[in-house]
């Protein structure tokens, strides 16, 4: 299965700052990949398909790049509502497969 | 704007039966769009692809996790199932349901809603 690497761990920006958060697939994914947040007590939501579309109601300060193995997904202008924890998933191959997660904290 | 809602037991003992459900309100299960998915998040770990159904009942699992789920969905009432069978204390986890976007681009793709989740404990 693809192994899906976030990197880091955890991410300490301050509101207003640019966030830059990475995924690595261990095999290319083309542009098959999403990004979620997830906020504490929330579900998940979706932010980014296909790499770089956002999702329905999602503010333009999202934005996802990258191609192959490497993408990014960066988050401009932070706000209060933007800390929260990260997921990419890949879904070029079965079994989808899911990073392990970036915590966007206030720094 | 659809919502799915995760229910059942919170706490099951090593051996036993786990069966969950979800139902879905404000949509409906029966479209070609999209299959019904099962995902969990195991403690302090990442998110796992369980499984998926369409509403005929065609499921696709992730072959990793071995074959000790089942899959089931229920048209007249909005909902799908899962059931995990003799469950041991690595099966603890957050079990979220989510709609997953299928046939375009590829053939299982990206999940666009999610349930709350539950926290389901395997323990004596």
């Known amino acids: 299965e693809v192994v899906m690497t976030q990197f880091p761990a955890t991410l300490s920006v301050s509101p207003g700052e640019r966030a830059t958060l990475s995924c690595t697939a261990s095999q290319s994914i083309n542009a098959n990949l999403a990004w979620y947040q997830v906020r504490s007590g929330q579900p998940p939501r979706l932010l980014i398909y296909s790499k770089s579309t956002r999702a329905t109601g999602i503010p333009p300060r999202f934005s996802g790049s990258g191609s192959g193995t490497d993408f990014t997904l960066t988050i401009t202008s932070l706000q209060s509502e933007d800390f929260a924890v990260y997921f990419c998933q890949q879904f070029d191959t079965l079994p989808v497969t899911f990073g392990q997660g970036t915590r966007l904290e206030i720094k | 704007q659809v919502r799915l809602q995760e229910s059942g037991p919170g706490l099951v003992k090593p051996s036993e039966t786990l069966s969950l459900t979800c139902s879905i309100s404000?949509?409906?299960?029966?479209?070609?769009?999209?299959?019904w998915a099962w995902i969990r998040q195991p403690p302090r770990r990442g998110l796992e692809w369980i499984g998926s159904?369409?509403?005929?009942?065609?499921?696709y699992q992730n072959w990793s996790l071995k074959s000790r789920f089942s899959f089931s969905v229920d048209t007249s009432k909005n909902q799908f199932s899962l059931r995990l069978n003799s469950v041991t204390a690595a099966d603890t986890a957050v079990y979220f349901c989510a709609r997953m976007i299928f046939g375009v681009p590829k053939a299982f793709n990206w999940f666009d809603s999610w349930g709350q989740g539950m926290l389901v404990s395997v323990s004596s």
């Open positions: 159904i369409s509403f005929d009942g065609r499921t």
């Open positions: 404000g949509g409906f299960i029966k479209s070609s769009d999209y299959y």
